[in-house]
């Protein structure tokens, strides 16, 4: 990247001189995917950077989930990706299988303070003996309910895999149709179904030892039955039903607004902008977790919630990891992040974050990361998990199974036999 020059004049002071700023910026390119209201904070600390850096200028780029992977491989392929980049977990094996697709961040640690990191969440973005990516907070799935929906069902929230399956009758009599207690995307279902398999047999869905799914066919039969089950008995609706209304985050559905759609299986970072969405007075309550009589592991996604990449191609790599220093180490940089990429990981931060009040104990990330701190997860997943074939592979056999082109057992069979040429072809 070229180093530009940004020749502007702002404002006209009170004496009618004109007055110069920031005549020879360099600029720096960040990019991220969220919803508003990261959108707003991130956007905010931005700008807090650029009052205590005035000769660095800082081109935001951020979109959605939907579309930011594809435009990001676009990009990565032609060299031109932002010099700080917002990154998944399971992208590393994608573009920096041996830590050399993006900036190790371990040279530039003069400039970004590492100490304030855990030493297991620099492992989870490290490659090859490079630190890929510094996780900024760390996540999992758990499960979100409508308080006010629920009321008007007269149920409680279930506290076993059974309870799930039985509210979806219950609430189609007392509510509706339309009324579901769950919404499930492809990438909710199979996570939620790992974890269930994880609890049932102890073992992981992705077998990285030997390269393909740990399942056998009756198992895998078993994880698509459980999804075919929830549809049949109205617990959740199919994704024919909500391919119905458009594409959109399921947060930005009516369904979802109105309170049709009564819960989720989410990421505790992500459920404030869920939450938010919401028509007044409803609201999110953080649910039970359900286990399996016996069970030694919750079967838990869990993972760093995003990560901060510098990419390869950076002119400029210290002033970017002086950029990702300021947002997740500084006292301007995490008071504008506030909550907005979950409860950091940045001892500082946590540390300020928890004393002015920021981090309270009912925020529903909050309580969702402790649920998730207090339940067993010993059984790791696999970076291969959320290989974008894969996982469209998953979505594809459910889009088929509810559009009634293929039964359940050929679904079943059809995915392990792609699904297993995906991950050997990932895992060379």
Do not use: C
Not at 64 to 89: C, F, S
Not at 138 to 162: E, H, I, Q
Not at 355 to 362: A, E, H
């Amino acid at each position: 990247m070229k180093i530009k020059t940004i020749a502007f004049l702002v404002g006209i002071a009170s004496v009618g001189s004109m007055v110069s700023v920031n005549a020879n910026a360099e600029e720096l390119r960040m990019s991220w995917w969220g919803g508003n209201s990261r959108h707003a904070a991130t956007n905010d600390a931005v700008k807090e950077f650029e009052k205590a850096n005035p000769t660095i200028s800082v081109k935001t780029e951020y979109t959605g989930w939907g579309g930011h992977l594809e435009r990001l491989t676009t990009q990565i392929a032609g060299n031109t990706e932002p010099d700080v980049m917002q990154t998944n977990w399971n992208w590393m094996p994608i573009f920096s299988a041996r830590g050399d697709g993006f900036k190790d961040l371990l040279d530039y640690s003069d400039v970004l303070d590492l100490s304030q990191f855990d030493e297991s969440a620099l492992a989870a973005g490290t490659n090859d003996g490079k630190l890929n990516g510094l996780p900024i907070s760390m996540a999992a799935r758990v499960f979100y309910f409508n308080k006010d929906t629920w009321d008007r069902a007269g149920l409680a929230y279930p506290v076993s895999w059974d309870d799930i399956m039985k509210a979806g009758p219950i609430f189609k009599e007392k509510l509706g149709d339309e009324y579901f207690p769950i919404i499930l995307e492809g990438r909710d279902v199979i996570a939620m179904n790992r974890s269930f398999m994880v609890q049932k047999y102890g073992i992981p869905m992705v077998d990285d030892v030997n390269k393909k799914i740990a399942y056998s066919e009756a198992q895998m039969l078993e994880f698509f039955q459980m999804y075919a089950d929830m549809i049949k008995n109205h617990v959740a609706p199919s994704s024919k039903y909500v391919a119905g209304f458009g594409k959109a985050n399921l947060y930005e559905h009516k369904p979802w607004i109105n309170g049709q759609w009564a819960g989720v299986y989410m990421w505790n970072s992500a459920i404030n902008k869920y939450n938010d969405n919401l028509k007044p007075p409803m609201s999110l309550e953080l649910g039970f977790y359900p286990m399996l009589k016996g069970s030694k592991d919750a079967g838990l996604f869990y993972k760093p919630a995003q990560m901060f990449s510098i990419g390869k191609n950076s002119e400029n790599p210290e002033d970017a990891a002086k950029l990702i220093n300021f947002i997740l180490n500084e006292p301007a940089g995490y008071n504008a992040m506030g909550l907005a990429r979950g409860v950091p990981l940045s001892l500082a931060a946590r540390r300020a974050l928890s004393l002015d009040g920021t981090i309270k104990d009912d925020d529903l990330s909050v309580a969702g990361l402790s649920q998730i701190n207090d339940l067993p997860k010993h059984i790791l997943t696999s970076a291969h998990f959320e290989n974008p074939r894969f996982l469209g592979l998953f979505e594809e056999m459910m889009e088929k199974m509810d559009q009634g082109d293929i039964s359940v057992e050929d679904a079943a069979k059809d995915f392990m036999s792609k699904g297993n040429r995906i991950l050997r072809r990932a895992m060379r």
